[in-house]
Protein backbone atom coordinates (compact mmCIF):
# COMPACT_ATOMS: atom_id res chain seq x y z
CA UNK A 1 0.00 0.00 0.00
CA UNK A 2 2.84 2.43 0.44
CA UNK A 3 4.53 1.56 -2.73
CA UNK A 4 1.07 3.04 -4.13
CA UNK A 5 0.97 6.52 -2.41
CA UNK A 6 3.66 8.19 -4.64
CA UNK A 7 1.80 7.08 -7.81
CA UNK A 8 -1.25 8.56 -6.85
CA UNK A 9 0.04 11.58 -5.39
CA UNK A 10 2.43 12.21 -8.38
CA UNK A 11 -0.64 11.61 -10.58
CA UNK A 12 -2.75 14.44 -8.54
CA UNK A 13 0.50 16.72 -9.46
CA UNK A 14 0.65 16.21 -12.15
CA UNK A 15 -3.32 17.03 -12.86
CA UNK A 16 -3.22 19.84 -11.39
CA UNK A 17 -0.53 21.46 -12.78
CA UNK A 18 -1.86 20.74 -16.15
CA UNK A 19 -5.31 22.53 -15.02
CA UNK A 20 -3.28 25.79 -13.86
CA UNK A 21 -1.07 25.92 -17.23
CA UNK A 22 -4.53 25.49 -19.01
CA UNK A 23 -6.13 28.26 -17.26
CA UNK A 24 -2.99 30.60 -18.08
CA UNK A 25 -3.02 30.10 -21.85
CA UNK A 26 -7.35 31.01 -21.85
CA UNK A 27 -6.08 34.06 -20.18
CA UNK A 28 -3.87 34.72 -22.75
CA UNK A 29 -5.62 34.27 -25.37
CA UNK A 30 -8.48 36.26 -23.72
CA UNK A 31 -6.21 38.74 -23.14
CA UNK A 32 -5.50 38.67 -27.09
CA UNK A 33 -8.56 38.66 -27.91
CA UNK A 34 -9.63 41.79 -26.38
CA UNK A 35 -6.79 43.99 -27.70
CA UNK A 36 -7.54 42.46 -31.03
CA UNK A 37 -10.80 43.82 -30.92
CA UNK A 38 -9.68 47.14 -29.08
CA UNK A 39 -7.53 47.45 -31.76
CA UNK A 40 -9.81 46.91 -34.54
CA UNK A 41 -12.52 48.84 -32.74
CA UNK A 42 -9.96 51.84 -33.05
CA UNK A 43 -8.90 51.17 -37.12
CA UNK A 44 -12.98 51.19 -37.54
CA UNK A 45 -13.75 54.46 -35.92
CA UNK A 46 -10.61 56.15 -37.53
CA UNK A 47 -12.03 54.79 -40.88
CA UNK A 48 -15.51 56.06 -40.33
CA UNK A 49 -14.47 59.47 -39.48
CA UNK A 50 -11.76 59.87 -42.17
CA UNK A 51 -14.39 58.96 -44.83
CA UNK A 52 -16.55 61.46 -43.33
CA UNK A 53 -14.06 63.94 -43.42
CA UNK A 54 -14.00 62.87 -47.16
CA UNK A 55 -17.71 63.11 -47.56
CA UNK A 56 -17.85 66.41 -46.42
CA UNK A 57 -15.14 68.25 -47.89
CA UNK A 58 -16.35 68.88 -51.26
CA UNK A 59 -19.52 70.65 -49.79
CA UNK A 60 -17.48 73.05 -47.68
CA UNK A 61 -17.21 76.49 -49.81
CA UNK A 62 -15.35 79.85 -49.42
CA UNK A 63 -17.17 83.22 -49.75
CA UNK A 64 -15.24 83.92 -52.65
CA UNK A 65 -17.03 81.12 -54.80
CA UNK A 66 -20.18 82.90 -55.12
CA UNK A 67 -20.41 84.69 -58.94
CA UNK A 68 -22.07 88.06 -59.62
CA UNK A 69 -24.27 88.45 -62.46
CA UNK A 70 -23.46 92.18 -64.34
CA UNK A 71 -25.40 93.77 -67.11
CA UNK A 72 -24.76 96.70 -68.63
CA UNK A 73 -28.10 98.43 -70.69
CA UNK A 74 -28.88 101.02 -72.43
CA UNK A 75 -32.25 100.94 -71.76
CA UNK A 76 -33.63 103.99 -74.27
CA UNK A 77 -34.89 107.32 -72.91
CA UNK A 78 -38.40 107.89 -72.57
CA UNK A 79 -39.49 109.34 -75.95
CA UNK A 80 -43.54 109.17 -76.76
CA UNK A 81 -41.95 109.12 -80.78
CA UNK A 82 -41.27 105.38 -80.16
CA UNK A 83 -45.07 104.83 -80.31
CA UNK A 84 -45.43 101.05 -79.17
CA UNK A 85 -41.68 101.05 -78.53
CA UNK A 86 -42.29 104.04 -76.26
CA UNK A 87 -41.35 103.48 -72.49
CA UNK A 88 -44.53 102.52 -70.85
CA UNK A 89 -45.21 99.96 -73.21
CA UNK A 90 -41.58 98.16 -72.53
CA UNK A 91 -40.99 99.39 -69.04
CA UNK A 92 -42.13 96.05 -67.70
CA UNK A 93 -40.25 93.95 -70.29
CA UNK A 94 -37.09 95.53 -69.09
CA UNK A 95 -37.66 94.83 -65.24
CA UNK A 96 -38.75 91.78 -66.14
CA UNK A 97 -35.33 90.36 -68.09
CA UNK A 98 -33.11 92.27 -64.98
CA UNK A 99 -34.91 89.84 -62.44
CA UNK A 100 -35.57 86.71 -65.00
CA UNK A 101 -32.09 86.82 -65.79
CA UNK A 102 -30.94 87.56 -61.53
CA UNK A 103 -28.88 90.25 -62.02
CA UNK A 104 -26.91 91.46 -59.20
CA UNK A 105 -25.08 94.88 -61.10
CA UNK A 106 -26.48 96.61 -63.84
CA UNK A 107 -24.91 99.66 -65.32
CA UNK A 108 -28.07 101.53 -67.21
CA UNK A 109 -27.59 104.08 -69.90
CA UNK A 110 -30.07 107.20 -70.92
CA UNK A 111 -32.46 106.96 -68.54
CA UNK A 112 -34.51 109.64 -67.12
CA UNK A 113 -35.02 110.42 -63.29
CA UNK A 114 -38.55 109.06 -63.91
CA UNK A 115 -37.36 105.92 -65.13
CA UNK A 116 -35.33 105.21 -63.20
CA UNK A 117 -37.32 105.36 -59.80
CA UNK A 118 -40.01 103.46 -61.81
CA UNK A 119 -37.37 100.69 -62.38
CA UNK A 120 -36.69 101.18 -58.43
CA UNK A 121 -40.27 100.36 -57.50
CA UNK A 122 -40.86 97.37 -59.78
CA UNK A 123 -37.55 95.41 -58.36
CA UNK A 124 -37.80 95.34 -54.96
CA UNK A 125 -34.39 94.84 -53.11
CA UNK A 126 -32.37 97.31 -55.81
CA UNK A 127 -31.46 100.62 -55.85
CA UNK A 128 -29.32 103.20 -57.71
CA UNK A 129 -26.82 105.56 -57.70
CA UNK A 130 -26.24 108.44 -60.03
CA UNK A 131 -26.96 112.24 -61.21
CA UNK A 132 -28.88 113.69 -64.04
CA UNK A 133 -25.42 114.83 -66.94
CA UNK A 134 -27.36 118.33 -67.10
CA UNK A 135 -27.08 120.07 -63.84
CA UNK A 136 -25.61 117.03 -61.28
CA UNK A 137 -29.04 116.44 -59.98
CA UNK A 138 -32.12 115.20 -61.42
CA UNK A 139 -32.01 116.94 -65.62
CA UNK A 140 -31.01 114.97 -68.17
CA UNK A 141 -30.10 111.40 -68.62
CA UNK A 142 -28.16 109.19 -66.00
CA UNK A 143 -25.56 106.41 -66.03
CA UNK A 144 -27.13 104.95 -63.35
CA UNK A 145 -25.61 101.93 -61.41
CA UNK A 146 -28.90 99.58 -60.15
CA UNK A 147 -27.54 97.22 -57.58
CA UNK A 148 -29.03 94.45 -55.38
CA UNK A 149 -28.99 95.84 -51.42
CA UNK A 150 -29.17 92.51 -49.50
CA UNK A 151 -25.28 91.89 -51.73
CA UNK A 152 -23.71 94.64 -51.54
CA UNK A 153 -23.11 97.33 -49.12
CA UNK A 154 -22.40 100.84 -51.20
CA UNK A 155 -19.34 102.40 -49.79
CA UNK A 156 -19.17 105.52 -51.86
CA UNK A 157 -20.21 107.27 -55.40
CA UNK A 158 -19.67 109.97 -57.49
CA UNK A 159 -20.07 111.07 -61.39
CA UNK A 160 -17.57 113.28 -63.22
CA UNK A 161 -18.24 114.47 -66.84
CA UNK A 162 -16.58 113.43 -69.56
CA UNK A 163 -15.01 116.79 -70.26
CA UNK A 164 -11.88 118.94 -69.56
CA UNK A 165 -13.50 119.65 -66.51
CA UNK A 166 -15.06 116.74 -65.28
CA UNK A 167 -16.19 118.23 -61.82
CA UNK A 168 -18.33 120.70 -63.95
CA UNK A 169 -21.74 119.99 -64.52
CA UNK A 170 -23.30 119.90 -67.71
CA UNK A 171 -19.91 120.37 -69.06
CA UNK A 172 -19.67 119.25 -72.44
CA UNK A 173 -15.81 117.93 -73.82
CA UNK A 174 -14.09 118.16 -76.69
CA UNK A 175 -16.14 118.01 -80.21
CA UNK A 176 -19.32 116.29 -78.25
CA UNK A 177 -22.57 117.03 -79.33
CA UNK A 178 -24.07 116.69 -76.16
CA UNK A 179 -22.88 116.21 -72.17
CA UNK A 180 -21.50 112.91 -70.99
CA UNK A 181 -20.71 111.80 -68.11
CA UNK A 182 -19.61 108.45 -65.98
CA UNK A 183 -20.94 107.30 -62.58
CA UNK A 184 -18.68 105.48 -60.36
CA UNK A 185 -19.77 103.28 -57.09
CA UNK A 186 -17.50 101.61 -54.51
CA UNK A 187 -18.99 98.09 -53.20
CA UNK A 188 -18.38 95.70 -50.39
CA UNK A 189 -19.87 92.12 -51.73
CA UNK A 190 -21.42 90.49 -48.50
CA UNK A 191 -21.56 87.27 -50.20
CA UNK A 192 -17.78 87.44 -50.50
CA UNK A 193 -16.88 90.28 -48.09
CA UNK A 194 -14.72 91.50 -50.63
CA UNK A 195 -14.43 95.42 -52.09
CA UNK A 196 -14.66 96.21 -55.68
CA UNK A 197 -15.12 99.53 -57.78
CA UNK A 198 -17.67 99.74 -60.75
CA UNK A 199 -18.04 102.48 -63.81
CA UNK A 200 -20.61 103.12 -65.92
CA UNK A 201 -20.67 105.26 -69.06
CA UNK A 202 -22.03 106.27 -72.56
CA UNK A 203 -19.96 108.22 -74.80
CA UNK A 204 -20.67 110.60 -77.70
CA UNK A 205 -22.22 109.53 -80.83
CA UNK A 206 -21.11 111.87 -82.93
CA UNK A 207 -17.54 113.00 -81.62
CA UNK A 208 -14.59 110.97 -82.29
CA UNK A 209 -12.14 113.12 -80.06
CA UNK A 210 -14.50 113.04 -77.58
CA UNK A 211 -15.10 109.66 -77.47
CA UNK A 212 -10.74 109.32 -77.45
CA UNK A 213 -10.49 111.16 -74.67
CA UNK A 214 -13.54 110.41 -72.44
CA UNK A 215 -11.56 107.02 -73.32
CA UNK A 216 -8.29 107.88 -71.59
CA UNK A 217 -10.16 110.09 -68.37
CA UNK A 218 -12.00 107.11 -67.75
CA UNK A 219 -8.24 104.94 -67.21
CA UNK A 220 -7.07 107.82 -65.74
CA UNK A 221 -9.73 108.03 -63.47
CA UNK A 222 -10.12 104.83 -62.34
CA UNK A 223 -6.32 104.46 -61.84
CA UNK A 224 -7.07 107.28 -59.20
CA UNK A 225 -10.06 106.10 -57.62
CA UNK A 226 -9.95 102.31 -57.44
CA UNK A 227 -7.21 101.55 -55.73
CA UNK A 228 -6.03 97.96 -55.02
CA UNK A 229 -10.09 96.94 -55.52
CA UNK A 230 -11.21 95.07 -58.24
CA UNK A 231 -12.41 96.86 -60.96
CA UNK A 232 -15.65 96.52 -63.46
CA UNK A 233 -15.93 98.86 -66.28
CA UNK A 234 -19.14 99.46 -68.40
CA UNK A 235 -21.21 100.88 -70.80
CA UNK A 236 -22.35 102.02 -74.16
CA UNK A 237 -19.16 103.47 -75.97
CA UNK A 238 -20.93 104.32 -79.28
CA UNK A 239 -17.85 102.36 -81.30
CA UNK A 240 -17.25 99.05 -82.35
CA UNK A 241 -14.39 96.89 -81.38
CA UNK A 242 -11.66 98.70 -84.57
CA UNK A 243 -11.94 102.43 -82.94
CA UNK A 244 -9.14 103.88 -81.05
CA UNK A 245 -11.38 104.32 -78.19
CA UNK A 246 -12.27 100.98 -77.77
CA UNK A 247 -8.59 100.18 -78.15
CA UNK A 248 -7.44 102.40 -75.24
CA UNK A 249 -9.96 99.96 -73.24
CA UNK A 250 -8.97 96.58 -74.96
CA UNK A 251 -5.19 97.54 -75.50
CA UNK A 252 -2.38 97.77 -72.76
CA UNK A 253 -0.13 99.40 -74.99
CA UNK A 254 -2.75 102.34 -76.03
CA UNK A 255 -3.18 103.61 -72.84
CA UNK A 256 -1.54 105.94 -70.64
CA UNK A 257 -1.72 103.87 -67.54
CA UNK A 258 -0.42 100.18 -66.05
CA UNK A 259 -4.12 99.38 -65.95
CA UNK A 260 -4.99 96.29 -67.95
CA UNK A 261 -8.57 95.57 -68.55
CA UNK A 262 -10.30 92.89 -70.27
CA UNK A 263 -13.23 92.24 -72.71
CA UNK A 264 -15.46 89.79 -71.09
CA UNK A 265 -16.46 89.07 -75.05
CA UNK A 266 -13.27 87.19 -75.70
CA UNK A 267 -12.36 86.64 -72.08
CA UNK A 268 -15.31 84.22 -70.84
CA UNK A 269 -14.32 80.84 -69.38
CA UNK A 270 -17.85 79.12 -71.65
CA UNK A 271 -17.12 81.79 -74.64
CA UNK A 272 -19.86 84.04 -75.64
CA UNK A 273 -23.45 83.34 -75.99
CA UNK A 274 -25.61 85.17 -78.50
CA UNK A 275 -25.39 87.76 -81.26
CA UNK A 276 -22.38 89.57 -81.93
CA UNK A 277 -24.19 92.58 -81.72
CA UNK A 278 -25.75 95.13 -79.60
CA UNK A 279 -27.59 97.37 -81.87
CA UNK A 280 -31.54 96.70 -83.14
CA UNK A 281 -33.24 99.95 -83.37
CA UNK A 282 -36.28 98.61 -82.27
CA UNK A 283 -36.48 96.53 -85.43
CA UNK A 284 -34.08 93.85 -86.31
CA UNK A 285 -30.50 93.10 -85.01
CA UNK A 286 -27.64 94.80 -87.25
CA UNK A 287 -24.79 92.91 -87.69
CA UNK A 288 -20.94 94.37 -86.71
CA UNK A 289 -22.92 96.63 -84.39
CA UNK A 290 -21.09 95.64 -80.57
CA UNK A 291 -21.10 98.94 -79.00
CA UNK A 292 -21.89 97.90 -75.38
CA UNK A 293 -19.50 96.45 -73.07
CA UNK A 294 -18.40 95.08 -69.94
CA UNK A 295 -14.54 94.89 -68.84
CA UNK A 296 -13.09 94.19 -65.83
CA UNK A 297 -9.69 93.55 -64.61
CA UNK A 298 -7.11 90.65 -63.43
CA UNK A 299 -9.05 90.45 -60.60
CA UNK A 300 -11.93 88.70 -61.89
CA UNK A 301 -12.88 85.77 -63.99
CA UNK A 302 -15.38 85.86 -66.54
CA UNK A 303 -17.15 82.80 -66.25
CA UNK A 304 -20.04 83.39 -69.05
CA UNK A 305 -20.53 86.23 -71.51
CA UNK A 306 -23.85 86.92 -73.23
CA UNK A 307 -25.82 89.41 -75.81
CA UNK A 308 -29.06 89.09 -74.67
CA UNK A 309 -32.06 88.79 -77.50
CA UNK A 310 -35.34 88.72 -75.60
CA UNK A 311 -38.31 89.28 -77.52
CA UNK A 312 -41.62 90.04 -76.72
CA UNK A 313 -44.37 90.33 -78.84
CA UNK A 314 -42.47 91.09 -81.44
CA UNK A 315 -40.53 93.73 -79.66
CA UNK A 316 -37.48 94.53 -78.16
CA UNK A 317 -37.07 95.72 -74.90
CA UNK A 318 -34.80 98.74 -75.75
CA UNK A 319 -33.20 99.55 -78.75
CA UNK A 320 -29.54 98.38 -77.67
CA UNK A 321 -29.46 94.76 -76.62
CA UNK A 322 -28.01 93.98 -72.94
CA UNK A 323 -25.02 92.78 -72.04
CA UNK A 324 -24.65 90.09 -69.29
CA UNK A 325 -21.21 88.89 -67.87
CA UNK A 326 -20.99 86.33 -65.10
CA UNK A 327 -18.11 87.24 -63.14
CA UNK A 328 -16.21 85.68 -60.09
CA UNK A 329 -13.38 87.54 -57.82
CA UNK A 330 -10.14 85.33 -58.58
CA UNK A 331 -8.71 83.22 -55.73
CA UNK A 332 -5.85 85.48 -53.77
Not at 42 to 64: K, N, Y
Not at 134 to 151: H, L, N, P, V
Not at 227 to 256: C, H, K, Q, W
Request: with cysteine; proline share 5%.
Amino acid sequence: MLSERPVIIKDHYIKSNTFQTDNQTQQLKMRHSLLFIFIASLIITFAFTACGDMEESPTVTTPAEKPMRVLSFNIRFDNPNDGPDAWPHRKDFVTDLIRFHKIDLVGTQEGLVHQLEEMEEMMPGFAWVGVGRDDGGREGEFSAIFYDTGRFELIEEDTFWLSDNPQEPGSIGWDAAITRVATWARFIDLENNRRFFVINTHFDHIGQEARVNSAGLIIEKVTELAGDDPIVVMGDLNVTEENEAYTIFADPDSRPSDLELFDGFYHSKHGHYGPTSTWNAFREIYPDRRIDYIFTDAAFTFLEHGILADIRDGHFPSDHLPVLAEIKFRNE
